[in-house]
């Protein structure tokens, strides 16, 4: 699956992981639509945006990004999230969602996106 032109959102409220997941899905020819790094900012950006994908970080600032996911999944948007935690803590309804450990490398992010569209 060719994921260029593929419209992204971004939930990672790490700086410098933010910009490097935003500079891997550019090579990758992803269209990075917005980041977020708060809460409030993702479910807003989650319940508004037009992409195809997004990337979710489980822990934003110790407040989790599973009400983000359930937005995301209630408009048909499929999403990952890409956490140092693994699986742990995720609960019984996300259990079937793709999870991208941290650290992670370009293909790497790539693999878990194809296969978070097809799955």
Sequence with gaps: ???????VLVV???AMLSILLEDFLTDLGCDVVATASHLEDALKKAHSLAVDIAILD???GGVSSFPVAE???SRGIRF???TGYGT???SDDLKGTR???KPFNQTQLAEAM???LTT
């Design 1 to 7: 699956m060719v994921l260029i032109g593929l419209r």
């Design 12 to 14: 990672e409220d790490e």
């Design 58 to 60: 489980i822990n934003l």
């Design 71 to 73: 937005v995301l999944r």
């Design 80 to 82: 990952l999230f890409a």
């Design 88 to 90: 742990l803590g995720l």
């Design 99 to 101: 999870v991208l450990g």
């Design 114 to 116: 194809v296969s978070a």
